[in-house]
C-alpha cells in the first residue's frame, strides 16, 4: 500500500490505501474481497481509523463503513469522477 504523501491527485487509476484517516473528503470505492460494493466521499473517520461515514448521492445519503478484513479503499483520482 502506498502512503498518503505518494498518492497525487494527478494519479490516472485508483489507489488502496490502509489508513482511512488519512483520507477524508477524498472520493472512493470500497471493495469487499476484491468486489466493488459501494463508491462516495469519505465524511468522517474514526481516531482509530475502523470505521468511516461514507456520503453518497441518491437516496442512501450515507452509510458506516467497517474496517474488516477483506474490505479495501481504491481513491479515486479526481479527474475520474463524474
Known amino acids: ?10 494519479a490516472t487509476t485508483a489507489q488502496p490505501t490502509d ?10 470505492d ?9 463508491r462516495g466521499r469519505i465524511d ?4 482509530d481509523g475502523r470505521f468511516l461515514w461514507l456520503a453518497q448521492e441518491g437516496i442512501r445519503l450515507r452509510r458506516l463503513v467497517e ?6 479503499l481504491m481513491i479515486i483520482p479526481a479527474h475520474r469522477l463524474p
Do not use: Q
Not at 44 to 47: C, G, K
Not at 67 to 72: D, S, V, Y
Open 44 to 47: 468522517a473517520v474514526t481516531n
Open 19 to 28: 489508513d482511512w484517516t488519512l483520507f477524508e473528503g477524498r472520493s472512493v
Open 67 to 72: 474496517k474488516l478484513p477483506g474490505t479495501e
Open 1 to 10: 500500500m502506498e502512503a498518503a504523501s505518494d498518492i497525487s491527485d494527478d
Open 30 to 38: 470500497v471493495y469487499e474481497n476484491g468486489e466493488l460494493i459501494d
